[in-house]
């Protein structure tokens, strides 16, 4: 299982996937599922992923081999991240095409999805989320953020404390705090966390960092939040009206 | 959609489920998915359900149907909880043989899941899972709890607090800000909420309450847990190793 989180902010992007792939319980790996693009003073592309690894893999795959050739369009050479967006959901259209019947022989879904954000010289920032079909959309000011993967039970944490305005810090801090969540409930979502920051019109990527078993703060808010959750659950009032105190 | 959960702790059972029922945005109505059957001092049985209305109403009208008739094994003469269990699985599987290929048709999931607890004189209390292909699970002292429905938003606090010593009106605390955070999550999960406790060996029902909108207590609970939550949010030490707050 995957989880992979974007937030598009008023001062930048926050970029943050979970490594651990697995195919069975007893194959469990890590693979990187952020992909950076980065060429200074003109763009910042980062992709993240979840779905069938190799559909993903080869899509990206795919998606490089064609960026080579500077007489076609390609991420490297297209004025808009609309048109990176369009790249990578056609690149995802052929690989499915050409791998998905044969999964579908063993009833292995080659489905794959992916959360396309960053900058190109000339925009504003984009986020974009990609379907499985190939067929995309894009993050608004309403909805500043995008998931994928299990989703679920890192979502509440987000929908309580990011706005627009949030910092990148606070952002940040959000964001491991939703991986922590996650991790408690889906054992196949694990450390190491790959994290990005991006700086709004910076056109260069101001920080990377992977986040390993042990960080201190990664687990100092791992057990903040868990020893402030209890607290708070202590401290909400007793459900007096139903006379539970008389049980 | 439907979020329902039960406990099963050490001092008792705690019960709860939400009523709306949707058939699509435009077609959302309230029904009760709490069903008691309650003899005291003989058999407290309480069954919550989610999935295909029909299916769950019809389901438990046909075990209703069969328990009027004493010649046979039905829920007010059978010895053991587990006994009600086979039966509501088969009541279920009979209910999904008939009705289901003309679901199908339609591609309407016949699907339903029951959640079923209580105590029954002589055994100790018990708590099944009752999955749609009507075969079943018990809850163990690792595991004290099932959730049916949308259950991913609400699970985390019951992980974080639950345990077998939780008395019942801390449990009873934990289902409510179980169920605000899945309804802020999912719109189609609505109030009001049913609940029902019960007392160990007691062999009635000690409380049963439905939680309406504007409700004090729920109000107050869903207030101070939000608050608390940002509260601990902002107490949490910033991530200082990316160097962020130079950003």
Same sequence: chains 1, 2.
């Avoid at 008023?10 to 952020?34: C, E, H, P, W």
């Avoid at 959901?89 to 009833?107: C, E, F, H, M, P």
């Amino acid at each position: 299982m995957t989880y992979c989180v974007a937030l598009k902010l008023k001062d930048g992007l926050v970029f943050a996937s979970d490594t651990r792939t697995n195919a069975g319980v007893d194959q469990i790996a890590s693979f990187r599922k952020m992909r950076i693009f980065n060429r200074s003073g003109d763009r910042t592309i980062v992709m993240l992923s979840s779905g069938n690894l190799s559909t993903t893999q080869n899509a990206v795959n795919l998606l490089e081999k064609e960026a080579r050739n500077p007489d076609i369009p390609n991420m490297w050479n297209v004025d808009s991240l609309f048109e990176v967006a369009q790249l990578l959901g056609n690149s995802l259209r052929t690989i499915k095409k050409v791998d998905g019947v044969y999964l579908a022989q063993n009833n292995i879904d080659a489905g794959a999805n992916f959360i396309l954000g960053g900058q190109i010289r000339g925009e504003p920032m984009r986020l974009f989320l990609i379907y499985s079909e190939g067929n995309f959309i894009e993050a608004m000011d309403e909805t500043p953020y995008f998931q994928i993967g299990e989703t679920k039970y890192g979502k509440p944490i987000i929908d309580r404390v990011i706005n627009q305005g949030t910092s990148l810090g606070e952002a940040l801090k959000c964001v491991l705090v939703s991986f922590d969540s996650t991790m408690r409930s889906n054992l196949s979502v694990g450390l190491p966390i790959d994290v990005a920051c991006y700086n709004n019109q910076s056109l260069n990527l101001a920080e990377t960092y992977q986040i390993k078993e042990g960080d201190p703060c990664f687990r100092s808010i791992s057990r903040g939040w868990g020893e402030g959750l209890r607290q708070v659950f202590s401290s909400l009032p007793d459900p007096e009206w139903t006379g539970i105190s008389e049980l």
